[in-house]
Each structure stands twice: as structure tokens, then as C-alpha cells.
């Protein structure tokens, strides 16, 4: 059974930094390095958009509203994709998921909440 299980979300003021993990189980990760994976994000009435994406080669490409401020990264080893994210905003407020890139409908998991508010 293949699960991409994300954590790490929470209420954070803004400019405030928050770190995402997802967590990679599953015949099919046994070779998790091979794969390009990505985090993406759905806000309230809003569609599903991918925020940062690292290639196998860990080469790395973010959408515009968060370039500067959020990192994406990789342990192999840990079969884990990670997303640092830094100078918080109100409009950074979203479910978070973790899925290949390009993203597979099936292996969508349960999200991590972030919500940045005062």
C-alpha cells in the first residue's frame, strides 16, 4: 500500500516559519530517490496548486508567491520530501500535501493544515 503521510502544520503568526514533512511508505518507494516529488496546497474555495517541486537530481523549482521564502528538500535514505517555510503569510493558509510531480490523483493523502493569523 503506497502513503504519502504529511505533518508538521500548525497556527503561526505571520513572518513566522513553519516545517512540513511527508513521509513515504509503500512497495513502490523502494526506489524513492527516482522519483520527482512535489508539495502542493488547496486554500478555502480555491484550487489545488503546486507550490515546490524536487527533481530526482534534486534540482528545485517553487511557484512565484513563495520563491525566497520556502525550501524544499529530500532525505533519500528516510524516503521524506520536506518544506521549510519562512516569512509566513495570511495567504500562505492552506491544506498542505506531498505527492509525486507530476501528481498521481491516487496518492493523495490527508493534508497538513497551516494557517497563518494573528
Known amino acids: 500500500q503506497v502513503q504519502l503521510v504529511e505533518s508538521g502544520g500548525g497556527l503561526v503568526q505571520p513572518g513566522g516559519s513553519l516545517r512540513l514533512s511527508c513521509a513515504a511508505s509503500g512497495s513502490i518507494f523502494r526506489t524513492f530517490s527516482i522519483y520527482d516529488m512535489g508539495w502542493y496546497r488547496q486554500a478555502p474555495g480555491k484550487q489545488r496548486e503546486l507550490v515546490a517541486v524536487i527533481t530526482s537530481g534534486r534540482s528545485t523549482n517553487y511557484t512565484d508567491s513563495v520563491k525566497g521564502r520556502f525550501t524544499i528538500s529530500r532525505d533519500n535514505a528516510k524516503k521524506s520530501v520536506y518544506l521549510q517555510m519562512s516569512s509566513l503569510k495570511p495567504e500562505d493558509t492552506a491544506v498542505y500535501y506531498c505527492?509525486?510531480?507530476?501528481?498521481?490523483?491516487?496518492?493523495w493523502g490527508q493534508g497538513t493544515q497551516v494557517t497563518v493569523s494573528s
Open positions: 505527492n509525486f510531480s507530476p501528481s498521481i490523483s491516487d496518492y
